[in-house]
């Protein structure tokens, strides 16, 4: 796996918080100035649509909670994430293989 770089261009910056209830995903594209949130209620397969719907490369910030990593594994195995977690805090993660 290709490792992050703080000089990689990303077409989609995301942050992902994750509840028992819901998700919310906050997004802001490399040229805007406005961000977009989104939430649904807490379904794993609707989130991978949500990821797939936005077009080009990404870059995916989950909050560090208990289910940070389920949700990197999850996303992993479905190819849907494409790069190893760097930072702490939380769980950033490339997104660069999309189904």
């Known amino acids: 796996m290709q490792q992050i770089t703080k000089n990689e261009i990303y077409k989609h ?12 995903l906050a997004s802001i594209r490399d ?17 991978k649509q949500c990821l797939k719907q ?4 990404k870059i995916l910030t989950i909050e560090e909670t208990t289910t940070a990593q ?8 479905s190819a849907v994430v494409g790069a190893c977690p760097v930072g702490s805090k939380s769980l950033h993660v490339s ?4 189904e």
């Open 13 to 24: 910056y995301i942050a992902l918080d994750w509840s028992k209830v819901n998700f919310a």
């Open 31 to 47: 040229t805007g100035t406005k961000y977009k949130v989104v939430e649904h209620p807490a379904d794993l397969k609707l989130l």
């Open 54 to 57: 936005l077009p080009g490369k």
């Open 70 to 77: 389920w949700l990197y594994v999850e996303l992993k195995q």
């Open 95 to 98: 997104i660069s293989k999309m």
